[in-house]
């Protein structure tokens, strides 16, 4: 019995610590409940069969739907998206790309409800951001496409190029020359990517740079990068 009541209590102390550890408010509640059962079946090898169903029913169960209705209610972010390959586009198993994997991490520790809402014109996405309809729009945007109704987060430099008349960045430049014939591009200037955001989301302008300067020091930013560009 005592070897069985040395690997529950073990049980509970793994639990714990994954719980304090996690890095999504989810998975903190879930192992919250784990831990939670493993006490009540603490409490009833060592006799208070009483105390394991107080334990069970409201310090489990009662907590459990508490918190899984607190994060029901968690910050809904309306993440508007241009197509654009490497940065983010929608294919059958979801967003992928450079950008959606830095919303992602951010999400992972803020606990986002993310809804995303794809456009098919920078000029439209743009409209909306300005008009609040989403909380910040993504797509291989640059620091010329932020206006003074919107806020621009850089989160990575790139440089303007034209290229039959038209200005066009380095995405889509890299895309247009494994399209199409090589074009002969001219460096126009420097500039950077942002996220363009709405002026009336301080908080996820907060949170998200807090996310990208953790990115930055973990040395994340240049593995993404790598991966996608």
């Not at 987060?153 to 090589?182: A, M, W």
């Not at 990208?212 to 790598?226: K, W």
Request: with cysteine; glycine share 6%; charged share 25%.
């Amino acid at each position: 019995m005592s070897f069985v009541l040395i690997g529950i209590s073990s049980l509970y102390l793994v639990s714990a610590i994954i719980v304090l550890s996690s890095r999504t408010n989810f998975q903190s509640v879930i192992w919250f409940g784990i831990m939670g059962s493993v006490s009540a079946v603490i409490m009833m090898i060592i006799g208070a069969p009483d105390v394991a169903m107080t334990q069970f029913s409201v310090g489990v169960a009662l907590v459990l739907i508490v918190y899984i209705m607190a994060l029901k209610k968690q910050r809904r972010v309306r993440l508007g998206f241009l197509d654009v390959p490497s940065m983010i586009e929608e294919l059958p198993s979801g967003l992928r790309g450079l950008e959606w994997e830095i919303i992602r991490l951010v999400d992972e520790k803020e606990g986002y409800h993310v809804e995303p809402v794809k456009f098919s014109s920078k000029e439209e996405a743009l409209k909306a951001v300005e008009n609040h309809d989403v909380d910040l729009v993504c797509g291989a945007f640059t620091e010329d496409d932020v206006s003074g109704r919107t806020k621009g987060i850089p989160y990575l430099e790139t440089s303007i190029f034209v290229c039959n008349g038209e200005e066009i960045d380095f995405v889509r430049l890299k895309h247009l020359s494994r399209n199409t014939i090589s074009p002969t591009p001219e460096f126009l200037k420097k500039s950077s990517y942002v996220f363009v955001i709405s002026m009336n989301s301080p908080d996820l302008e907060r949170d998200i740079l807090e996310g990208l300067n953790e990115i930055r020091s973990s040395g994340n930013i240049e593995e993404i990068v790598g991966r996608y560009l």
